[in-house]
């Protein structure tokens, strides 16, 4: 049993890193997109050290963060802190990132096979969230500011055709 199971989550798993290896060829490797460019693929996991441990020794992928609190600001100025726990994987010297989260609260309805949403980071959050409607997505987060010990960003959350989760987020200060 547990050798099928093994088996069934690098089936689920090594597509996306196969993905991930994809997209961190990119040129661009250290800054900010000045235009939209994927940012991150996160997946929920259900015991962090072991799964950093896996896709660090397995992938050689280092964790370039590990934060432990949020704080979210709404549109209407409320801020929340929680806790999280999540990390940021990277490939070296690539911008890509894995994040996987050990998340405190539910999964969103839409979850599958562990994915939870794709980051697309933009310059102007405003703008790409009008495309985003335009072109028949909803909205399902609003546009808010988050913040950790070493990033300040504004994202927003939308459902895409086929009901998958998109993130956008507009980096304010710091390196994701």
Same mark, same amino acid.
Do not use: W
């Given at each position: 049993? %547990?050798?099928?199971?093994?088996? #069934?989550?690098?089936?689920?798993?090594?597509?996306?890193?196969?993905?991930?290896?994809?997209? $961190?060829?990119?040129?661009?490797?250290?800054?900010?997109?000045?235009?939209?460019?994927?940012?991150?693929?996160? +997946?929920?996991?259900?015991?962090?050290?072991? #799964?950093?441990?896996?896709?660090? =020794?397995?992938?050689?992928?280092?964790?370039?963060?590990?934060?432990?609190?949020?704080?979210?600001?709404?549109?209407?100025?409320?801020?929340?802190?929680?806790?999280?726990?999540?990390?940021?994987? %990277?490939?070296?010297?690539?911008?890509?990132?894995?994040?996987?989260?050990?998340?405190?609260? #539910?999964?969103?309805?839409?979850?599958?096979? #562990?994915?939870?949403?794709?980051?697309?980071?933009?310059?102007?959050?405003? +703008?790409?969230?009008?495309?985003?409607?335009?072109?028949?997505?909803?909205? $399902?987060?609003?546009?808010?500011?988050?913040?950790?010990?070493?990033?300040?960003?504004?994202?927003?959350?939308?459902?895409?055709?086929?009901?998958?989760?998109?993130?956008?987020?507009?980096?304010? =200060?710091?390196?994701?």
């Amino acid at each position: 049993m %547990k050798t099928v199971l093994c088996q #069934s989550i690098q089936e689920r798993v090594l597509p996306f890193l196969v993905f991930l290896a994809i997209l $961190s060829c990119e040129s661009n490797t250290a800054t900010s997109p000045r235009s939209p460019q994927f940012n991150h693929v996160y +997946l929920h996991v259900s015991d962090m050290d072991k #799964s950093l441990d896996f896709y660090t =020794s397995a992938f050689d992928l280092e964790v370039t963060k590990h934060i432990k609190k949020l704080k979210r600001t709404l549109e209407d100025g409320q801020t929340i802190e929680q806790e999280i726990n999540l990390a940021l994987l %990277k490939f070296p010297g690539h911008y890509f990132a894995l994040e996987i989260g050990e998340t405190l609260d #539910s999964l969103p309805n839409n979850t599958r096979a #562990s994915y939870a949403h794709v980051g697309i980071e933009v310059e102007d959050i405003e +703008l790409a969230s009008e495309r985003i409607i335009k072109a028949g997505g909803l909205s $399902s987060r609003p546009i808010t500011q988050v913040e950790t010990e070493s990033i300040q960003a504004k994202t927003a959350f939308f459902t895409g055709p086929d009901g998958e989760t998109i993130e956008l987020m507009q980096i304010i =200060s710091g390196n994701f």
